[in-house]
């Protein structure tokens, strides 16, 4: 074969009038030495003709299966040629179109070459730029969509955009035979990646899917992940099935196997049996030939004898020792009669006792089908229990889920109030000291000499203040790192994203601590300063003005930041609601794939129990059967009996008539003088 596929293309160069490529030529003579399957022609520059040439060639049946094209310089004419030439081969399952810049042309060959061909298994396109023609792109999808044979394909580096992921999406919908899909260093995007995951959700074919360097966020990522290995365990789950099934069919096999077998053996017996029968009735018809023809012998020696006796009484003498005779030949015929009834005794006797251990047997199998059957039961009832454990799991999860959530909304609303409440109290407190300054200020103008003692006063008043703050801090701090850990550790229970989440915004609150402790050691530096220069007040009372502005500045400043972080409050939790209701979205998509494997359990199961009402029918039908073969061997056995019984009716039949024939001879007449 690859003799002749080197012969086809140096013809069709010629015929063509175009020279042979020598590495194509150098490479076909490779492969025929080396007797492989791979036509590798990657690296090298194909022009037109030569792709002509090799399109004919390869459009019948070749010993091919892998057809290596990557890096060759391929033009969009040369690149249509040889795909067309493809469009009707059964043998090549393998195609690499790596690094060719393939267009809008290519895309097109592509989609119809998946569109007609059915032989094809994985096909590499990887550093193309399939993407950038929308339409063509469209129809490559529309064709991997027709496609039934297509497991492997690779799309990498073909700048593929979000509107082609969402043309790939809808192909992947339509299909069922893809099951390795590589879509890597493409700038597919987030709405690409929300498309696609919305179609692997309906299919349930791909279990491997490369998806790096395209811009996805990570939730979306591992949402694809765990979408494809919802796949993996789906076709491990009809894996198993199906060998199950297997199991199930060759133990059905075999139990049938065993039925017919013991049908034959049956059938067999009860042919013996009949054999036997006819062999007793051919021995007792000759038996009774033989009786007959000794009483016709009889008969016509009495004839004789009475004619003898008639003649002389010497014959009287030789009547009497016939006589004699005739008695000792009837007593040994009733000795031999005696006999053939003990040994047809014997022989009924073996025949009960055959019949009775064929019983035997036949119950012992009976009792091991019947334990088969309890086995096969058994196993339905493990299925089904296992079957309803798992909806109980999936039942205890969802309870779960919902107690969390329903947690998680109460605890956001009681922060949401806790941090209400203290806004309220930081405000009013930044109120109070406002108002406090400035009566401080207006106490200062007024009185200098009593500002003095007011100043003392109100230094210990702040004192007592900050320490109320400090302490106010701290508890708000414990009550905060209380609630953010229980939040934490729930929150952690659920998904391991959220805690890290969780983990980042204390960090930033602690941060913010840490700036507000500052501040506040910052305010206690001031306050200092101002026990420092109560003595100058008087001089700088413009200072003290100035310095008023800017605890004025730095109490807007937190404001400020009060709002931002009730802003980041609020934007943490839509995003955590967000985030919910995208992982309550894939819990329900996880409940619809286990729906669908509940379904199939449920068809399994009810193909298992069909499969036992069969088998229980052709028990029964066995049954009936054994029944029937019984009574015919009861009503063989009362036939057989009543035959014997007629012999000995018939025998006794003619014992009498000879008796009374011997008594009402002539000789008895003789006798009678001589007496």
Same mark, same amino acid.
């Given at each position: 074969?690859?003799?002749?596929?080197?012969?086809?293309?140096? %013809?069709?160069?010629?015929?063509g009038?175009? *020279?042979?490529?020598?590495?194509?030529?150098?490479? $076909?003579q490779?492969?025929r030495?080396?007797?492989? &399957?791979?036509?590798? #022609?990657?690296?090298q520059?194909?022009?037109?003709?030569?792709?002509?040439?090799?399109?004919?060639?390869?459009?019948?049946?070749?010993?091919?299966?892998?057809?290596?094209?990557?890096?060759?310089?391929?033009?969009?004419?040369?690149?249509?040629? #040889?795909?067309?030439?493809?469009?009707?081969?059964?043998t090549?399952?393998?195609?690499?179109?790596?690094?060719?810049? !393939?267009?809008?042309?290519?895309?097109?060959?592509?989609?119809?070459?998946? +569109?007609?061909?059915?032989?094809?298994?994985?096909?590499?396109?990887?550093?193309?730029?399939?993407?950038?023609?929308?339409?063509?792109?469209?129809?490559?999808?529309?064709?991997?969509?027709?496609?039934?044979? $297509?497991?492997?394909?690779d799309?990498?580096?073909?700048?593929?955009?979000?509107?082609?992921?969402?043309?790939?999406?809808?192909?992947?919908?339509?299909?069922?035979?893809?099951?390795?899909?590589?879509?890597?260093?493409?700038?597919?995007?987030?709405?690409?990646?929300?498309?696609?995951?919305?179609?692997?959700?309906?299919?349930?074919?791909?279990?491997?899917?490369?998806?790096?360097?395209?811009?996805?966020?990570?939730?979306?990522?591992?949402?694809?992940?765990?979408?494809?290995?919802?796949?993996?365990?789906?076709?491990s789950?009809?894996?198993?099935?199906?060998?199950?099934?297997?199991?199930?069919?060759? /133990?059905?096999?075999?139990?049938?196997?065993?039925?017919?077998?013991?049908?034959?053996?049956?059938?067999?017996?009860?042919?013996?049996?009949?054999?036997?029968?006819?062999?007793?009735?051919?021995?007792?018809?000759?038996?009774?030939?033989?009786?007959?023809?000794? $009483?016709?012998?009889?008969?016509?020696?009495?004839?004789?004898?009475?004619a003898?006796?008639?003649?002389?009484?010497?014959?009287?003498?030789? +009547? /009497?020792?016939?006589?004699?005779s005739?008695?000792?030949?009837?007593?040994?015929?009733?000795?031999?009669k005696? *006999?053939?009834?003990?040994?047809?005794?014997?022989?009924r006797?073996?025949?009960?006792?055959e019949?009775?251990?064929?019983?035997?047997?036949?119950?012992?199998?009976?009792q091991?089908?019947?334990?088969?059957?309890?086995?096969?039961?058994?196993?339905?009832?493990?299925m089904?229990?296992?079957?309803?454990?798992?909806?109980?799991?999936?039942?205890?999860?969802?309870?779960?889920?919902?107690n969390?959530?329903?947690?998680?909304?109460? %605890?956001?609303?009681?922060?949401?109030?806790?941090?209400?409440?203290?806004?309220?109290? &930081?405000?009013?407190?930044?109120?109070?000291?406002?108002?406090?300054?400035?009566?401080?200020?207006?106490?200062?103008?007024?009185h200098?000499?009593?500002?003095?003692?007011?100043?003392?006063?109100?230094?210990?008043?702040?004192?007592?203040?900050?320490?109320? =703050?400090?302490?106010?801090?701290?508890?708000?701090?414990?009550?905060?790192?209380?609630?953010k850990?229980?939040?934490?550790?729930?929150?952690? %229970?659920?998904?391991?994203?959220?805690?890290?989440?969780?983990?980042e915004?204390?960090?930033?609150? /602690?941060?913010?601590?840490?700036?507000?402790?500052?501040?506040?050691?910052?305010?206690?530096?001031?306050?200092?300063?101002?026990?420092?220069?109560?003595?100058?007040?008087?001089?700088?009372?413009?200072q003290?003005?100035?310095?008023m502005?800017? !605890?004025?500045?730095?109490?807007?400043?937190?404001?400020q930041? =009060?709002?931002?972080?009730?802003?980041?409050?609020?934007?943490?939790?839509?995003?955590?609601?967000?985030?919910?209701? *995208?992982?309550?979205?894939?819990?329900? +998509?996880?409940?619809?794939?286990?729906?669908?494997?509940k379904?199939?359990?449920?068809? $399994?199961?009810?193909?298992?129990?069909?499969?036992?009402?069969?088998?229980?029918?052709?028990?029964?039908?066995? /049954?009936?059967?054994?029944?029937?073969?019984?009574e015919?061997? %009861?009503?063989?056995?009362?036939?057989?009996?009543?035959?014997?019984?007629?012999?000995?009716?018939?025998?006794?039949?003619?014992?009498?008539a000879?008796?009374?024939y011997?008594?009402?001879?002539?000789?008895?007449?003789?006798?009678?003088?001589?007496?």
């Open positions: 074969m690859m003799e002749d596929f080197r012969r086809t293309y140096l %013809r069709l160069c010629k015929d009038g175009v *020279e042979p490529q020598e590495s194509v030529v150098v490479q $076909l490779e492969i030495t080396a007797h492989s &399957s791979t036509l590798d #022609l990657s690296g520059s194909l022009s037109a003709d030569t792709c002509t040439a090799l399109a004919r060639a390869l459009q019948q049946d070749t010993v091919f299966t892998e057809l290596l094209l990557s890096d060759c310089m391929l033009s969009e004419e040369s690149a249509k040629i #040889l795909l067309t030439g493809l469009f009707d081969n059964t090549v399952k393998v195609l690499d179109l790596k690094g060719n810049n !393939l267009r809008s042309e290519g895309a097109e060959v592509l989609g119809k070459l998946l +569109a007609c061909n059915n032989t094809l298994r994985r096909l590499v396109l990887e550093w193309n730029a399939l993407g950038v023609w929308e339409e063509a792109f469209s129809l490559f999808c529309d064709g991997l969509a027709s496609n039934i044979t $297509l497991t492997a394909l799309l990498r580096n073909n700048q593929i955009n979000h509107q082609g992921a969402s043309q790939l999406a809808l192909a992947l919908r339509r299909s069922s035979a893809l099951q390795e899909l590589d879509l890597r260093w493409n700038n597919i995007g987030l709405l690409g990646g929300r498309a696609l995951l919305e179609a692997l959700q309906k299919n349930k074919s791909i279990i491997q899917l490369k998806m790096a360097g395209n811009n996805i966020p990570s939730d979306i990522l591992k949402a694809l992940e765990q979408t494809t290995g919802h796949n993996t365990e789906r076709q789950t009809l894996r198993e099935s199906h060998s199950k099934t297997q199991v199930l069919s060759k /133990e059905i096999q075999s139990l049938k196997q065993e039925k017919g077998r013991q049908f034959l053996s049956l059938m067999e017996t009860i042919a013996k049996q009949k054999e036997e029968i006819g062999q007793t009735n051919r021995s007792t018809s000759v038996q009774i030939g033989q009786l007959q023809e000794a $009483l016709t012998e009889r008969k016509t020696a009495i004839n004789s004898l009475t003898k006796l008639q003649m002389t009484e010497a014959a009287l003498a030789l +009547a /009497e020792q016939k006589k004699q005739m008695g000792e030949l009837l007593s040994r015929v009733k000795a031999e005696e *006999e053939q009834r003990e040994q047809q005794s014997r022989l006797k073996k025949e009960d006792e019949s009775t251990l064929r019983e035997g047997k036949l119950h012992k199998e009976i091991d089908l019947m334990e088969r059957n309890v086995q096969l039961r058994n196993k339905v009832e493990e089904e229990r296992r079957c309803k454990s798992q909806q109980q799991q999936i039942f205890e999860l969802k309870q779960e889920l919902t969390s959530t329903a947690e998680l909304k109460m %605890r956001l609303t009681q922060a949401e109030d806790r941090l209400e409440a203290e806004k309220r109290r &930081s405000k009013q407190v930044l109120e109070d000291v406002e108002s406090l300054h400035q009566k401080e200020i207006e106490h200062i103008n007024r200098l000499e009593e500002s003095e003692r007011a100043l003392q006063e109100r230094i210990f008043k702040l004192e007592g203040q900050r320490i109320q =703050l400090e302490e106010e801090l701290s508890k708000t701090k414990a009550a905060s790192v209380t609630e850990t229980q939040a934490v550790e729930e929150l952690g %229970r659920t998904i391991a994203q959220i805690r890290q989440e969780e983990q915004r204390v960090t930033s609150l /602690e941060e913010k601590l840490r700036s507000v402790r500052s501040s506040m050691q910052e305010m206690q530096l001031r306050s200092s300063q101002q026990k420092q220069t109560v003595s100058d007040l008087q001089a700088k009372n413009g003290q003005s100035i310095e502005d800017g !605890l004025r500045r730095r109490i807007d400043e937190l404001q930041e =009060l709002s931002g972080k009730d802003q980041e409050k609020v934007a943490e939790v839509s995003r955590v609601r967000v985030e919910l209701q *995208e992982q309550i979205g894939v819990l329900q +998509a996880e409940r619809t794939a286990q729906g669908g494997l379904a199939k359990i449920s068809a $399994l199961e009810r193909e298992i129990k069909v499969m036992s009402s069969n088998h229980r029918e052709v028990l029964l039908d066995k /049954e009936s059967e054994k029944s029937s073969l019984l015919k061997l %009861r009503l063989k056995e009362a036939e057989i009996q009543r035959m014997r019984e007629d012999e000995a009716h018939r025998a006794s039949c003619l014992q009498s000879i008796l009374a011997t008594q009402g001879s002539p000789l008895g007449h003789y006798s009678s003088p001589n007496k």
